[in-house]
């Protein structure tokens, strides 16, 4: 920054004083060809004379019809530059923050760079014709096309126009491998009233990108296509780009795990004890998952897919209750006082050969058959639930 006092008072004072204040301004905008000197916006070192430069400029955009498009088929190539990217699970919407650059060839605006000292210049995009690419997937905003930032022009004709991008999309979430999943949002891009013939729509090979992570998403992969849409028997040029978050939840992955490696072990030691002590066990397991379900729930929005996750903590809860129901009915089995039907008699008789049903030789106590059936219900709950889990386990884990 340069700073003067007020100045001299006398007139060859005064004009010695404006004489050193011209080179000093001059050799600042040597040095700094692309800083702003007292309001002028110097576009390049080669550009000498900003003041020729927009009278010139003038007269050109003077004789220019913005209305009128260039010659047809107009190519324009685009590029996106994602800034941020998040889903709000509440609503089941994602939040797109991008810029797109636009650009394409327009004759009627190149000039002779020798004459005019300048190789290229920004203009307010408002006075140029800018393509109408707009957003066709189902979005609340769009690109920008009205007031935005300035086109770059070049002396050959070629208009660069970064264009704003605000979208928030409706997303439909998959959350079958909560607490790791990943979201997949298309943002689809193109013409309604310009047909192929008119405008033809390219991703440029120059792909941008610029992501500032935030929040609990992170952007995995953008994918970007070309297509055509077909719309009043004629064809239009669209852009779709593919967008792939991550949910970023530590915290989730390892209470769940934590949770069920709790559940798990106490069910197994449940197994471990005798019918009489198998049910309290049993009851905490049941009621630690539910705990973690009441807790959870409220932060898994709606969905077309329920989280695996959440298919085995059921099927643990499931377990759980009927463990402990199926220990509850092995007691009452094994205090039953009415007469055994000759068919039990004849099943223990036969299961005995197999397995230990009755008491062991050391207790002398006196054994009934409906406490041998007890014994044998008790086994096959128990291999019953075993299978179960390891069904379970070796499906989701």
Avoid at 71 to 89: C, G, I, Q, Y
Avoid at 226 to 249: G, I, P, Y
Wanted: glycine letters at 4%.
């Amino acid at each position: 920054m340069i700073t003067y006092d007020h100045g001299p008072t006398s007139q060859t004072a005064t004009h010695e004083y404006y004489e050193t204040l011209r080179l000093d301004l001059g050799k600042y905008r040597r040095m700094t060809p692309s800083t702003d000197v007292i309001g002028v916006k110097w576009s390049c070192g080669a550009c000498n004379n900003v003041t020729q430069l927009s009278t010139q400029l003038d007269l050109l955009l003077a004789e220019y019809e913005r209305a009128s498009p260039p010659a047809a088929p107009t190519d324009v190539s685009a590029a996106l530059e994602v800034k941020h990217a998040t889903v709000n699970e509440k609503d089941a919407t994602v939040r797109l923050l991008a810029t797109m650059y636009l650009s394409w060839e327009d004759k009627r605006l190149s000039w002779n760079a020798t004459a005019w000292g300048c190789d290229s210049t920004l203009v307010s995009a408002e006075r140029l014709w800018r393509p109408e690419v707009r957003v066709l997937s189902a979005a609340t905003a769009g690109v920008d096309s009205g007031a935005g930032p300035r086109a770059r022009l070049t002396s050959a004709g070629l208009v660069s126009w970064p264009a704003p991008v605000d979208l928030l999309a409706p997303l439909t979430l998959t959350l079958t491998d909560w607490p790791h999943d990943e979201q997949r949002a298309v943002f689809k891009f193109g013409s309604q009233s310009h047909t192929v013939e008119e405008l033809k729509l390219t991703v440029s090979k120059k792909e941008r990108s610029a992501v500032f992570e935030s929040g609990a998403w992170e952007l995995v992969s953008i994918q970007s296509a070309e297509s055509t849409w077909r719309r009043l028997d004629a064809d239009h040029s669209v852009l779709s780009w593919s967008l792939s978050l991550r949910r970023r939840a530590a915290a989730h992955s390892l209470s769940a795990s934590a949770i069920l490696a709790t559940s798990v072990l106490l069910l197994v030691g449940a197994a471990l004890m005798p019918p009489d002590m198998r049910a309290p066990l049993c009851a905490v397991a049941a009621l630690i998952v539910s705990l973690w379900f009441i807790s959870s729930l409220p932060r898994l929005g709606s969905a077309s897919s329920a989280p695996l996750v959440m298919s085995l903590f059921c099927v643990v809860s499931c377990v759980s209750c009927l463990a402990a129901g199926g220990a509850a009915l092995v007691l009452r089995v094994s205090r039953c006082s009415a007469a055994p039907p000759p068919a039990l008699r004849k099943l223990l008789t036969t299961a005995s050969t197999f397995c230990s049903l009755g008491p062991s030789e050391s207790s002398g106590v006196e054994y009934s058959a409906w406490a041998a059936a007890a014994r044998l219900l008790d086994y096959g709950l128990l291999a019953l639930f075993g299978f179960t889990l390891t069904v379970v386990v070796c499906l989701y884990i």
